[in-house]
Nanobody, 115 residues
Framework: QVQLVESGGGLVQPGGSLRLSCAASGSIFSIYDMGWYRQAPGKQRELVATITGGGSTNYGDSVKGRFTISRDNAKNTVYLQMNSLKPEDTAVYSC?????????WGQGTQVTVSS
């Protein structure tokens, strides 16, 4: 079993920054892709960013140029640096890790961008 613990969400003003972290622990034998999705009230879940074990990244169109995903393989942790935040970035952000057998998801962390 794998557990994911997210941290770093909160309230920030437009134009501000936040850094999310997601640490995986438990019976981890191999992790492939890691990443983040988000879901705002009344909207479908949306890809934010993913990163492969080799460091290749993929971003949703709405966050390109503002968000940066990274990972520390030694710590089984994925990060999301969010800059130039906009009110439309307000959502619950959930991390995931892809292992050899299945995907695991975090519980979600709220990010609210408001003045």
């Amino acid at each position: 079993q794998v557990q994911l613990v997210e941290s770093g969400g909160g309230l920030v003003q437009p134009g501000g920054s936040l850094r999310l972290s997601c640490a995986a622990s438990g019976s981890i034998f191999s992790i492939y892709d890691m990443g983040w999705y988000r879901q705002a009230p009344g909207k479908q879940r949306e890809l934010v960013a993913t990163i492969t074990g080799g460091g290749s990244t993929n971003y949703g169109d709405s966050v390109k140029g503002r968000f940066t995903i990274s990972r520390d393989n030694a710590k089984n942790t994925v990060y999301l640096q969010m800059n130039s935040l906009k009110p439309e970035d307000t959502a619950v952000y959930s991390c995931f890790v892809q292992t050899r057998t299945r995907d695991y998801w975090g519980q979600g962390t709220q990010v609210t961008v408001s003045s």
